[in-house]
T-cell receptor, first 110, second 112 residues
Framework: GGIITQTPKFLIGQEGQKLTLKCQQN?????MYWYRQDSGKGLRLIYY???????QKGDLSEGYDASREKKSSFSLTVTSAQKNEMAVFLC?????????FGPGTRLTVL | QQKVQQSPESLIVPEGGMASLNCTFS?????YFWWYRQHSGEGPKALM?????GDKKEGRFTAHLNKASLYVSLHIKDSQPSDSALYFC????????????FGKGTQLIIQP
């Protein structure tokens, strides 16, 4: 089996700050994803990457950048944190037929 | 674009009872569906997938699919307190087998 690790687990930022979230997977999966989870809104796709150095925008990419420099890692940057923003950011990886999620990074913006 | 609607938003079931969760989807070309479960403080984990019309049973969990009615459901028999979680249904979006569109989830609470 494999595992997806997300760091940090909790992230507190200030309005306007640039914040970076990191994700590592050891499944050796080609495709990785970043989803945002807000209470009552399900999971929304921010970015995904089908291979190293590939980036594809999802439904919610505005205000975010992503980077896939290695097959095993995928990072997400919040370019300018919004005041009172609270959400969980979930990293995932997949191979045909199965999507595996990490435990999430919980973001709070003061 | 695939739309996935879940109902109810929340559900309380007594321990030992049957929990029934519903999901409708918009894309008639959808080929398969997933049910995911998320316990508090964790990421979602895949419970089961269903490809064919009819029922698929895995232990206490039964998924039902009716493609003509654009409907999929999940039934949990003999519900346990550990089944208390947020449940999502998901279906692939056009052009991406693993790029899933998720519903907003059903919060299931099993009362001891």
């Amino acid at each position: 089996g494999g595992i997806i690790t997300q760091t940090p687990k909790f992230l507190i930022g200030q309005e306007g700050q640039k914040l970076t979230l990191k994700c590592q997977q050891n499944f050796n999966h080609d495709t990785m994803y970043w989803y945002r989870q807000d209470s009552g809104k399900g999971l929304r796709l921010i970015y995904y990457s089908i291979t190293e150095n590939d980036l594809q925008k999802g439904d919610l990419s505005e205000g975010y950048d992503a980077s896939r420099e290695k097959k095993s890692s995928f990072s997400l940057t919040v370019t300018s944190a919004q005041k009172n923003e609270m959400a969980v950011f979930l990293c995932a990886s997949s191979i045909w037929g199965g999507v595996y999620f990490g435990p999430g990074t919980r973001l709070t913006v003061l | 674009q695939q739309k996935v609607q879940q109902s109810p938003e929340s559900l309380i079931v007594p321990e030992g009872g049957m929990a029934s969760l519903n999901c409708t989807f918009s894309d008639r070309n959808s080929q398969y569906f997933w049910w995911y479960r998320q316990h508090s403080g964790e990421g979602p984990k895949a419970l089961m997938s269903i490809f064919s019309n009819g029922d698929k049973k895995e232990g206490r969990f039964t998924a039902h699919l009716n493609k003509a009615s654009l409907y999929v459901s999940l039934h949990i028999k003999d519900s346990q307190p550990s089944d208390s979680a947020l449940y999502f249904c998901a279906s692939p979006r056009a052009g991406g087998a693993d790029r899933l569109t998720f519903g907003k989830g059903t919060q299931l609470i099993i009362q001891p």
